[in-house]
């Protein structure tokens, strides 16, 4: 006689139980009823074979019921089935077991992974059909919808996933299958098996990977997506799962392996949409690359940068791309730009949006000079403008060939300030400075000025240079990684480049420093995880192993977390400072408006970014007489340029123990120290102060 083992995740309706009962038994079938019901509701006359409830709580212990609580429901069943004496019993003695309910699947599944015996399926119409086919062949025979005995990766479920019922495959790929390397490498297999069609695959792979990721099992995760992902023809639900693990990653602060891939896929997808005429899809398709690509996590919110490392090798898929190609196609302009006038003023628009913090002294200095008429416009106060800067998927449609009334607003908006202007200069190459690039400029001269975060953002990909005439960086170093990195700058028709330094009023900041400050060293801004406060803090640990006088004085407010990868190291950095704040090791100054004033109380120093395009708080630390010690900026190590081009050589140090050394070396004695203060704001005034550096800006507006 058959055994057939009904599990249930809640309380059966009497009448269907009660005929599902009966037909079994006409069969010849014991009947057992294990699971989660109300006793009292289940008919005892019906001729069971056995009637088991397993217990709400498997154990008083309080650690198993915490973990059981974090279950979903059918997780929870098995778990209680499972360290049931009783219900293990009934299992063992099982010959076909039948999921009565959606709840009852996953234990069902769970018994089909562990037991050869016993048949599985889900439902009484299935469950009576397997019962029927056993008693014609006389042997074991696997019923439709389920996964296979021992692994899922069977010809049974690779022909039974088309099939499968969403329930069921939601509870047979659960973290506590998936944290199983067996039920892992076997789902691995099924969802990469052939013959499956595109939409089922991709559903039953999304089910898996969420399975994995809720079982630790990421790399699993990414190894699944993968082998899926190959046997995917549809470019777009290709694309698709390899996001859906690049984004998990991204959104746990972290750089995903499969990036390129990811980038890839959308790029291939927008390729294919722009060849069949669909600009729509194609735009919305690379806006999807450079989301995943120059995502903050991936190159502002960690501690390296894949683009840093590699700019060409990381840029060359969007090289490859037909769509991105098309996008920064240049179409340059009818009217080369004028010279300036000779008999009138030169007409100046100096145009940003909300960020003008580096615009201070252009604007004051060409405000009060004779030779130049200037107008200063924050795109973001114009409601016009702002619209068409937020409306980047009309924007790269309009640059696919698409939407021509994107280019009517820009004429709109922006045609009133070229006509009236001889020059425009438009800082930070973001969304302005691609407006500006839309429609052909005239005769009138456009400048763009790139500071270095722009440079891991989209917007130098989707911005046509050959309308620039002028691109000015405030770094050798940024400028070799963005030629290095963004497609749009090589060619013929690109803009001409210039080096030029931020413009500071550095004078204000000389000061005459206390001789108890030679021991205090100082850091000018920690709001980014780019100036790695923590790198300062292992070398003032040092430093204190060998003298006690040494302390941090950190400038600036607290650190920003726009992601998980910046809040984590906010808080180690809170950690740390927490620490050594209460052994009075750091004195933290938060904001000030008198950075000036603050920097009195520093004698040395910091520079300990892995990245920065000129460091303004180093800089006006040296002004003031600070000795500098300089990181030799991770990013950019190793290049041509960088730390040790921008600042004096040996001011450039590569480890903590190198700092600690020049620290060292340069508070040796008071006269040591002073002279090292001397020479830093000497170097300081005479190079980078505005009297400087205006000269640099009059021979790039004037050309003399």
Known sequence: MTDVLMITGSTPRPTVLAAAVDKFQKLGARVHLVGNFKVAEIDADLGWAGVHKVPARASTDKHIQRKTDAMRFPERLWFHLEHDRAARAAVRSADLVVALDNRAVYSAWRISQFRRHPDVCFGIAAGLRALEKRRESGEGHLPEHVPGPITVATDGLRRRIRTLPADLLRNATGPLTLRSRVGARAWRAAVSAPGIPDTLRVTATEQVIQGMWLAGRQSGALVTARAAAEKLADPAIKARLLDEVASRVIKNGRTPD????????????????????????????????????????????????????????????FRKSTAASAVVRPKGRLTPAAAPPKDRPLRLLVATTSNANFLHLIRSHYEANPDVELRFLDMAEHPGMKRLNGATQRHVEYRLGGDPLFAHGVEQQLRPYLDWADTVFVDWCVAPAALFTVIDPGDTRII????SYEAFTRWPHVMDFSRVDDLVFVADHIRDLSLAAIPGLSGERTPRTHVIDNGMDLANFRRTKDPSTRFNLGLVGIGQVAKDPLWALQVLQLLRERDERYRLFVIGGEMGRPSNAAKAYARKLEKALKRLTEEGAVVQVGSTDDVPGALEDVGVILSTSVREGCHVGLMEGAA???????????????????????????????????????????TVSDESWRNA?????????????WPVVRLDFDRLLFGR
């Open 448 to 451: 763009v000025r790139l500071h």
């Open 258 to 317: 499969n990036l390129t891939e990811a980038v890839t896929a959308y790029l291939d997808l927008a390729d294919a949409k722009l060849v069949s005429g669909d600009r729509p899809a194609a735009a919305d398709a690379l806006l999807h690359a450079t989301k995943l690509a120059f995502h903050r996590v991936v190159h502002i919110d960690q501690l390296s940068s894949p683009l840093a490392a590699d700019p060409a090798g990381f840029t060359a898929p």
């Open 624 to 666: 003031s007489g600070a000795a500098p010690v300089v990181r030799d900026w991770p990013f950019f190590a190793g290049g041509e340029h960088g730390a040790g081009t921008l600042y004096p050589a040996e001011w450039v140090v590569g480890t903590v123990e190198e700092a600690v050394e020049r620290v060292l070396s340069l």
């Open 677 to 689: 203060g001397k020479m830093a704001t000497e170097h300081a005034l005479t190079t980078w102060d």
